[in-house]
């Protein structure tokens, strides 16, 4: 009988970290195979088409599409500035003219004598793609972008908002059960990526945007709070697209839950170093997690451990991911081979753990908790 799907958290010290870098669409790559790049390196870049802005110029000045070659004071190709006349009548004796301005800066891409219309086109929109994180680069996908490889601490968390950020790690918690509150955020904290413990208020949240705090770790965050701070309540949407200044990862889950004393102690120790964090979470289908990476210095790329996941097996870590012990991190006693019937009559396979915090033992469904990858 096939296995229940346990999904896997990894909290790794050291590891082989692997991030392709790629454009929306075809550019140039600034980098080669080999080299060494910070995460603020550009490694490739491109320009998008700017958005199109159709003008019937026939239509305004009053002629016929085959007429419109009459009137024009720019072709096709032609850059222009907004308000610059592009279209024009004689008028009469002088007077009376009509004229045709260009709503933007741009170019005109085309002119039609069949329609009557032109088509401007706004300037291109450059878009940068930097390697995220201090590697090197160990593939090139041509024209579209580059492949980073370090080595990492590596911490995945259960959510997250905001894109990708760069800056110094900050312990601002003393220990996992601090609450990260708004009189904690100091000026010197701007720029950098700070963490919590088992919660940030919305108030502290409020004054990290405030600062210009670039990022904060911490164990729970409320949701109430959350919309409040979104202004909208995020549904199962992908995360990592918001706009508000800064980048959240909760490690824990929502409310306040103590963060785990592992990722805690990993965290501490890498105060100061180049943190890289993202928030882009996704719950459904092709999981994506919120992450925490931090390079470290001098380590060799060979010398890298590649986390690989061994499934679930008895002394495992586990994270309890449904209520009434959301959060609680426990230990695998025992896995039953044959499928058991549960309180709500379903049959499903379960684990037998134990919680770290209580040493209480009890029976799940094995979808009910993730593994925690070390």
């Known amino acids: 009988m096939a296995s229940a ?52 110029l026939a239509n305004i000045l009053g002629c016929e599409p085959k007429e419109l070659k009459l009137f024009l004071t720019k072709k096709e190709g032609d850059p222009v500035e907004k308000e610059d006349i592009i279209a024009e009548t004689p008028g009469l004796f002088g007077f009376f003219k009509t004229q045709v301005k260009s709503p933007i800066k741009g170019t005109i891409e085309s002119l039609s004598d069949v329609t009557g219309q032109a088509i401007l086109r706004e300037p291109p929109i450059p878009v940068e793609v930097n390697a995220y994180v201090d590697g090197i680069i160990d593939d090139i996908y ?29 312990m601002v ?18 720029g950098k990526i700070i963490v919590g413990g088992s919660l940030v208020t919305a108030a502290a949240l409020s004054r990290a945007v405030e600062v210009g705090v670039t990022g904060v770790v911490v164990g729970g965050y409320d949701a109430h709070d959350l919309k409040e701070f979104l202004g909208y309540d995020l549904g199962v949407a992908i995360t990592g697209t918001e706009d508000k200044g800064i980048t959240l990862v909760v490690t824990e889950g929502f409310g306040e839950i103590n963060m785990a004393q592992k990722t805690f102690d990993l965290l501490k120790k890498a105060v100061g170093k180049k943190t890289s964090i993202n928030g882009a979470t996704q ?48 230990k695998v006693v025992s896995l039953p081979e044959k499928p058991t019937i549960i309180p709500s009559e379903a049959k499903v396979r379960v684990v037998e753990i134990e919680t770290l915090s209580g040493g209480e033992k009890m029976v799940l469904p094995r979808a009910n908790v993730e593994i925690i990858e070390e």
């Open 173 to 190: 918690a003393q220990k996992p059960s601090d609450v990260l509150d708004k009189d904690d955020i100091k000026i010197e904290h701007k």
């Open 5 to 56: 799907y346990t999904p896997g958290l990894k909290i790794v010290a050291k590891t082989l970290v692997e991030k392709d870098r790629r454009l929306p669409m075809k550019g140039q790559v600034h980098v080669k195979k080999g080299d060494r790049v910070t995460a603020e390196t550009v490694v490739a870049s491109t320009d998008l088409p700017g958005n199109v802005y159709p003008v019937n």
């Open 142 to 170: 041509e024209d579209e972008g580059v492949k980073v490889n370090t080595v990492a601490t590596f911490l995945q968390g259960i959510f997250g908002i905001g894109p990708e950020v760069i800056g110094e790690l900050v």
């Open 283 to 330: 719950i459904r289908a092709g999981v994506i997690r919120p992450e925490v990476v931090i390079p470290i210095d001098g380590a060799n790329i060979e010398s890298g451990e590649v986390s690989s996941s061994t499934g679930m097996e008895i002394g495992s870590l586990v994270r309890i991911i449904r209520q009434p012990h959301f959060g609680e991190v426990a």
